[in-house]
């Protein structure tokens, strides 16, 4: 009988937690996030933070620094009104989509390239920034491109949940991807020689070689890397402000400042031809 009892109350405390948690799921599907950001005045952007050029913290002050960081934050200006306020949350290329899902964040500003498998997932804006794969390697390497990993024995550094550890996988098939958890253990695997090369977009390699001087940008862009807002499905309201608002910098002319802020000197790097 006590066991029969004890079964009943196990059962119940399942169905319970199943309901709560359905309700809390259904309840993020249908929170209508731009209305609850313009009464809360805030936007809540996951964004990368250990990622120089785009989204980096600043140790000594604590604060967030980058492109992303900058353009995020006119964003919300132009949604929100001079009032509106960003928040930032770190996310990795393996978190990001998670925290977007269990409506920790809003929207996704992280070097996040729009593909159509993630577009299943979540829905993008625009693109914001045109970034293609390329390879970061220490000066002097006998690895000058993409071909020249294609062999056994070859090991090709990267982060798990970029698109670039998939991309380097079909474009080297012959080599051994090793997946860090971001950007920063990455580079710590590169300087450490546990690979021959770091593999993920220009923009995010270009701001490492600016750190580490014995490296180098190698090969060129192998890919095209367009970058986009993601936030969850069933945001159309929210995505087309987001629309609006990323034209609306274009259009007085907040983007191109920002992109010669952070790309102007960058060397290698042709921040012209990115302008809008
Ligand atoms: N843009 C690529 C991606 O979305 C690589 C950069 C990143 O890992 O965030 O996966």
Request: aromatic share 8%.
């Amino acid at each position: 009988m006590k066991k029969y009892w004890r079964l009943i109350s196990l059962s119940a405390l399942l169905i319970m937690t199943v309901l709560t948690l359905s309700a809390c799921s259904s309840s993020i599907s249908k929170k209508d996030v731009l209305t609850e950001d313009m009464r809360s005045q805030r936007i809540t952007w996951g964004v990368k933070t250990d990622t120089r050029l785009f989204g980096l913290e600043n140790i000594r002050t604590g604060k967030l620094e980058g492109f992303e960081i900058d353009l995020a934050t006119a964003l919300t200006k132009k949604i929100l009104g001079p009032n509106g306020k960003p928040t930032f949350v770190p996310v990795t290329s393996g978190t990001r989509v998670p925290l977007l899902k269990n409506g920790n964040i809003d929207a996704i500003m992280a070097t996040m390239t729009i593909t159509p498998e993630r577009a299943k997932q979540v829905d993008f804006t625009h693109s914001y920034f045109d970034a293609g794969q390329s390879l970061l390697v220490r000066k002097g390497s006998p690895i000058k491109n993409i071909n020249d990993l294609n062999k056994r024995g070859a090991v090709i550094l990267g982060v798990a949940g970029s698109n670039s550890v998939k991309n380097v996988a079909k474009f080297a098939p012959k080599a051994r991807v090793l997946q860090l958890s971001d950007y920063a253990q990455a580079m710590t695997a590169l300087k450490s020689k546990q690979g021959d090369a770091l593999t993920t977009d220009n923009g995010i390699l270009y701001g490492m070689a600016a750190e580490n001087p014995g490296y180098e940008v190698v090969g060129g862009n192998f890919t095209k890397e367009p970058y986009g807002i993601a936030v969850n499905k069933n945001q159309e309201r929210f995505r087309k402000k987001l629309n609006w608002a990323l034209k609306e910098v274009e259009k007085d002319g907040t983007y191109n400042r920002l992109l010669l802020k952070w790309f102007g000197d960058v060397k290698g790097f042709n921040y012209q031809e990115m302008k809008r």
